[in-house]
């Protein structure tokens, strides 16, 4: 039987003068931001903002006036999604070539203040609406702990595991789901120290979940 696609990750994310220019995600917190960054016209600036660009070039490349691609940018560069790389002088006119602050982007639910999902409402195990509201809250949490990285240039350690099963029988997953638990709960036990003076809690989250089958490839039209 073939083993199942499994990845593990330690990540450390390194702040200070080793880190890119460009992050690779940047967590959307500030409702305004997100507001601005779900404006069609912005997400195809950014996309194309992959690469530096002036609004002239940007223009060109997206295929709009270069005075509306001026008004997107300077609300873009107000809510820090865009960041200026350059200066340069042409004939009588600085031109200021930009680009994105990150190569994606990620809205926490924190954007959604008194309506993002709160698992404290719910704790059933086997409630796909309970999961959904504990992945909302790692992905506000971690953003938040991220954002803070950055500002403090500091270390910021994580762990994940991304694991594919295929389950024979319903029965099969039933008893692999009470294996699981049983396993993470007395790891939990194990190394748990409330007592630790220099001790720092963490969150555990473990998940199961039908995976989403993979869309199949549009084939490319035949030449006539």
Same mark, same amino acid.
């Given at each position: $039987?073939?083993?199942?696609? $499994?990845?593990? #990750?330690?990540?450390?994310?390194?702040?200070? &003068?080793?880190?890119?220019?460009?992050?690779?995600?940047?967590?959307? %917190?500030?409702?305004?931001?997100?507001? /601005?960054?779900? &404006?069609?016209?912005?997400?195809?600036?950014?996309?194309?903002?992959? %690469?530096?660009?002036?609004?002239? $070039?940007?223009?060109?490349?997206?295929?709009?006036?270069?005075?509306?691609?001026?008004?997107?940018?300077? !609300?873009?560069?107000?809510?820090?999604?865009?960041?200026?790389?350059?200066? *340069?002088?042409?004939?009588?006119?600085? @031109?200021?070539? $930009?680009?994105? /602050?990150?190569?994606?982007?990620?809205?926490?639910?924190?954007?959604?203040?008194?309506?993002?999902?709160?698992? #404290?409402? +719910?704790? &059933?195990?086997?409630?796909?609406?309970?999961?959904?509201?504990?992945?909302?809250?790692?992905?506000?949490?971690?953003?938040?702990?991220?954002?803070?990285?950055?500002? @403090?240039?500091?270390?910021? /350690?994580?762990?994940?595991?991304?694991?594919?099963?295929?389950?024979?029988?319903?029965?099969? *997953?039933?008893?692999?789901?009470?294996?699981?638990?049983?396993?993470?709960?007395?790891?939990? +036990?194990?190394?748990?120290? &409330?007592?630790?003076?220099?001790?720092? !809690?963490?969150?555990?989250?473990?998940?199961?979940?039908?995976?989403?089958?993979?869309?199949?490839?549009?084939?490319?039209?035949?030449?006539?």
């Amino acid at each position: $039987m073939p083993a199942p696609t $499994m990845i593990l #990750g330690l990540t450390t994310f390194l702040v200070g &003068d080793t880190m890119p220019a460009m992050l690779d995600i940047a967590v959307i %917190e500030d409702p305004a931001t997100a507001e /601005s960054l779900l &404006d069609p016209v912005r997400t195809r600036l950014l996309e194309a903002l992959a %690469e530096p660009a002036s609004a002239t $070039m940007l223009a060109s490349r997206v295929g709009l006036p270069r005075q509306l691609v001026n008004y997107h940018l300077r !609300t873009l560069e107000r809510h820090g999604l865009v960041e200026l790389e350059t200066e *340069r002088r042409k004939g009588n006119v600085t @031109e200021r070539v $930009m680009r994105a /602050s990150a190569g994606s982007y990620v809205i926490s639910p924190a954007a959604l203040t008194a309506l993002q999902p709160d698992p #404290g409402r +719910s704790s &059933d195990q086997r409630s796909a609406v309970w999961l959904l509201a504990l992945a909302a809250r790692l992905v506000r949490d971690v953003g938040t702990l991220l954002a803070g990285a950055t500002r @403090e240039r500091r270390p910021l /350690s994580t762990f994940a595991l991304d694991a594919e099963i295929r389950f024979a029988s319903a029965a099969d *997953r039933a008893a692999f789901a009470e294996e699981l638990g049983a396993a993470v709960t007395s790891l939990v +036990s194990r190394y748990h120290d &409330d007592a630790a003076p220099r001790g720092r !809690t963490h969150h555990v989250l473990v998940a199961i979940h039908p995976s989403v089958p993979t869309p199949a490839p549009v084939p490319a039209p035949k030449e006539a």
